[in-house]
């Protein structure tokens, strides 16, 4: 995988968890000094929030832990994380999250706890997913609520990764070496 190869298609999970871990390591110091990669994250931490608040007040996060106890289902099942791309993930070692050694569920997403998901910055299919019964027991006014925090969740982690690729690739050359004058 190049510098700038950050799909790295056709990578295992744990493959590209370590390319995420070779990219933070070689750029992680240098992507945190960077002004506008500081913004995102400080923005992408409040809209994570402000998501997770959201979903509380509309009763969405008691009707999961609900459906987990009574009928074992988490909808975080097992081959999802193979949508993560490696600057996803280490969009979540710059947010000082830890990726996932080994899966905890044999039948669950890769990146899923005892405590629900690990990761700060998640794919937009995690974020916008509502499931069918969520959608229809939601007053109208709590599902737009909820589907506007989200929006906004998932247009900054856009951006956020954006401005790690750009970085990124403003500084290396057509090979992925990186520029002697990057800084
Ligand atoms: S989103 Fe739906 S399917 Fe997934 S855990 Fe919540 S209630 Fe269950
Ligand atoms: S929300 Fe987290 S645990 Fe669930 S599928 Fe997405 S990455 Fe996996």
Redesign the pocket.
Same mark, same amino acid.
């Given at each position: 995988m190049t510098a700038t190869d950050f799909s790295a298609a056709g990578l295992s999970i744990t493959e590209k968890i370590e390319a995420a871990h070779a990219l933070f390591r070689k750029w992680g110091d240098r992507l945190l000094k960077d002004i506008s990669v500081r913004e995102l994250i400080a923005g992408l931490d409040l809209k994570v929030i402000a998501s997770r608040k959201a979903m509380l007040d509309a009763g969405?996060l008691s009707? &999961?832990r609900? &459906?987990?106890e009574d009928?074992g289902?988490?909808? &975080?099942g097992a081959g999802i994380e193979n949508k993560y791309d490696v600057a996803l993930l280490a969009a979540n070692l710059l947010m000082g999250m830890t990726l996932a050694a080994e899966r905890c569920f044999q039948a669950g997403c890769f990146f899923l706890g005892p405590e629900g998901c690990t990761l700060s910055a998640r794919h937009t299919l995690c974020v916008n997913?509502? &499931?069918q019964?969520?959608q229809k027991a939601l007053a109208l006014d709590d599902l737009v609520r909820v589907q506007n925090t989200i929006g906004d969740e998932m247009d900054t982690t856009f951006l956020l990764i954006e401005a790690i690729k750009k970085y990124i690739r403003d500084r290396s050359d057509t090979t992925g070496a990186t520029s002697s004058t990057s800084r």
């Open positions: 969405i009707a &999961c609900r &459906c987990e009928e289902g988490s909808c &975080c997913f509502l &499931c019964p969520i």
